[in-house]
């Protein structure tokens, strides 16, 4: 029982264009998301994250936008650079779990020249 | 300050042995995780604790155990490793808020 899902195993996008990336959950009671980036070989680095009592977070070139009714979220990557090619995991928790994280299976991010 | 570091980031293990994986923090955090992360699939919690000398299971802690003495130390123990167990370990830890911060990983490969 998958209860976080991207659908999309990997996106390619020209450099300067946007990049979005989607990701899909199936818990109601999940009540804060996040976005993990990650290089080969290393650690996975936390990239943004919204609480569910609000629809749009912005950290610079990064956005993250959540439908709560279609218990949809995505990430905005504008504009998308070289270095922003990577593997980008979607992961949810819920409240008073001890901030238990459940991971989506990632998107694989080409930004090309 | 180096976050979250994980010992040792390589080990090759045969069918049977055991082995110790090191997770240490610097950011004073009280919570630390164990996961584990196989091709194809994100990454799933083995282990947790929330505080020193406490320990929970997670979503996938069958042949693991863990151990959390010191508060900046959570170690994760395989008692007799299996070829089902071949995968990249990751410690992370968290200050009680919802954001975690991953150590660099261990690869393991038990033949």
């Known amino acids: 029982d998958q209860q976080v899902k991207q659908n999309s195993p990997s996106l390619s996008v020209q450099e300067g264009r946007i990049s979005i990336l989607n990701c899909d959950y199936t818990?109601?009671?999940?009540?804060?998301f996040l976005w993990y980036k990650k290089y080969p070989a290393e650690g996975p680095t936390f990239l943004i994250s919204?609480?569910?009592?609000?629809d749009k977070n912005e950290d610079g070139r990064f956005t993250v936008f959540l439908n709560k009714s279609a218990k949809h979220l995505s990430l905005h990557i504008v504009p998308s650079q070289p270095g922003d090619s990577a593997v980008y995991f979607c992961?949810?928790?819920?409240?008073?779990?001890?901030?238990?994280?459940?991971f989506g299976t990632g998107t694989r991010l080409q930004v090309t020249l | 300050n180096a976050g979250v570091t994980q010992t040792p980031k390589f080990r090759v293990l045969k069918t049977g042995q055991s082995m110790t994986l090191l997770c240490a923090q610097d950011?004073?955090?009280?919570?630390m995780y164990w996961y584990r992360q196989d091709p194809g699939m994100g990454l799933r919690l083995i282990h947790y604790?929330?505080?020193?000398?406490?320990?929970a299971k997670g979503e996938v802690p069958d042949g693991y155990n863990v151990s959390r003495l010191k508060k900046q130390n959570f170690l994760l123990g395989l008692e007799s490793a299996a070829p089902s167990q071949t995968s990249v370990y990751f410690c992370a830890s968290s200050y009680a808020g919802r954001t975690q911060y991953f150590g660099p990983g261990t690869r393991l490969t038990v033949l």
């Open positions: 950011m004073n955090h009280e919570y």
């Open positions: 604790s929330v505080g020193e000398g406490t320990t």
């Open positions: 992961a949810s928790s819920k409240a008073g779990t001890a901030s238990k994280l459940t």
């Open positions: 818990n109601s009671m999940f009540d804060y």
């Open positions: 919204i609480s569910s009592i609000k």
